[in-house]
């Protein structure tokens, strides 16, 4: 029903900056937020950024200031910008989009992930 698809992952020096893209397709009806969640070894899935429908941000604590989300909610993409990269930033990310599909509830769809390995 939804498909969401990321690029952009890859290996990085400490400092540098990479840039990460999602694109959702399907039978959207409607969209409350679109965001990007990583998950490292071992760890537990974190929310990086999220973006709602009406341009508002958020971000985790340890993110502020070196990462920015933007997207078109209508055309249902978000972007990942990543600076000043660090080794603790290595981790799967995942897209992740909060809507409506068709006549169900709201509820969270998924991405695949794409690896991004900071190297130090």
């Known amino acids: 029903q939804v498909q969401l698809v990321e690029s952009g992952g890859g290996l990085v020096q400490a400092g540098g900056s990479l840039r990460l893209s999602c694109a959702a397709s399907g039978s959207i009806f409607s969209v409350i937020a679109m965001g990007w969640y990583r998950q490292a070894p071992g760890k537990q899935r974190e929310m990086v950024a999220i973006?709602?429908?009406?341009?508002?941000?958020n971000y985790a604590d340890s993110v502020k200031g070196r990462f920015t989300i933007s997207g078109d909610i209508t055309k249902n993409t978000v972007y990942l910008q990543m600076d000043s990269l660090k080794p603790e930033d290595t981790a799967v990310y995942y897209c992740?989009?909060?809507?409506?599909?068709?006549?169900?509830?709201?509820?969270?769809?998924w991405g695949r992930g794409t690896q991004v390995t900071v190297s130090s």
């Open positions: 973006i709602t429908s009406s341009g508002r941000t």
């Open positions: 992740n989009l909060d809507g409506r599909v068709l006549a169900n509830p709201p509820s969270n769809y």
